[in-house]
């Protein structure tokens, strides 16, 4: 049985309760830390799981070095060589589809752990199961094809997280069940408009959304007007709005 004094230890020394949120599972908390756009960091007893590192090490000064890194599709904003070549990654194992495992670096392959859509791994007490995220309609020449990239579903300390990676509103986000916190993207035209991110999570209704990844052509989404669209719906979900986009 892992510690359950050690997260709180994390959340002092590593991580700035500020900026943080922390969820309880039956073994300890999960602390929560937006970096950026549609990177953050999940901390869990021994465990520190970087998400998409993307924007340079200084995203992440003060925060611990990661054990599990997340990678959900090739393009730049979530598979960025440049940080992951600038913050430790020594001891960190990687977790990502076929397509990101052949753009790493060699000295990071022999680390890397390839997961399709509709697979599950279990690492370090951590249940990692990867669900398709892409662009409707399906189409060859699509940003996000089916199949590429992954979102995930974590289940942590019996807490079930969703990370959506760079999706659109699809079937297979709306037949999620049990979910205790989302993070749900929502950007144009890269991924959906705030109106199908919300119809989508007053379908799966989390317990908890944070939306993620809201940077667009057009600039920042209005996740003010999501939130407003979610608690309208009469759901039980809790909209947190944290600043992605502060630095």
């Not at 054990?67 to 393009?75: A, E, F, P, Q, V």
Request: net charge negative; glycine share 8%; charged share 20%.
């Amino acid at each position: 049985m892992k510690s359950i004094l050690f997260p709180l230890f994390l959340s002092v020394a590593f991580i700035s309760l500020a900026q943080s949120d922390q969820i309880s599972t039956n073994d300890g908390e999960v602390v929560i830390q937006p970096i950026t756009h549609g990177t953050l960091v999940l901390s869990w007893n021994d465990e520190v799981i970087y998400v998409d590192p993307y924007g340079g090490a200084d995203g992440f000064e003060g925060i611990a070095d990661p054990t599990i890194i997340l990678i959900t599709d090739i393009h730049g904003d979530h598979l960025n060589v440049k940080t992951l070549a600038a913050i430790n990654t020594s001891r960190a194992k990687f977790f990502v589809p076929q397509a990101v495992k052949d753009k790493l670096p060699e000295a990071m392959k022999s680390r890397t752990v390839v997961i399709g859509n509709g697979q599950t791994v279990v690492f370090q007490e951590i249940e990692i199961l990867a669900i398709p995220m892409y662009n409707l309609p399906e189409s060859p020449d699509a940003r996000h094809t089916k199949g590429r990239g992954n979102g995930y579903v974590l289940t942590i300390g019996g807490k079930r997280i969703y990370l959506s990676g760079d999706t659109e509103d699809i079937p297979e986000m709306r037949n999620l069940k049990n979910i205790d916190v989302a993070f749900v993207c929502m950007n144009l035209p890269y991924t959906m408009d705030i109106s199908q991110a919300a119809s989508a999570v007053i379908e799966f209704q989390p317990s908890i959304v944070y939306p993620y990844h809201y940077r667009g052509k057009g600039g920042l989404s209005d996740v003010e007007s999501f939130k407003t669209m979610v608690e309208n719906s009469g759901i039980a979900t809790e909209v947190r709005l944290r600043d992605w986009y502060a630095r």
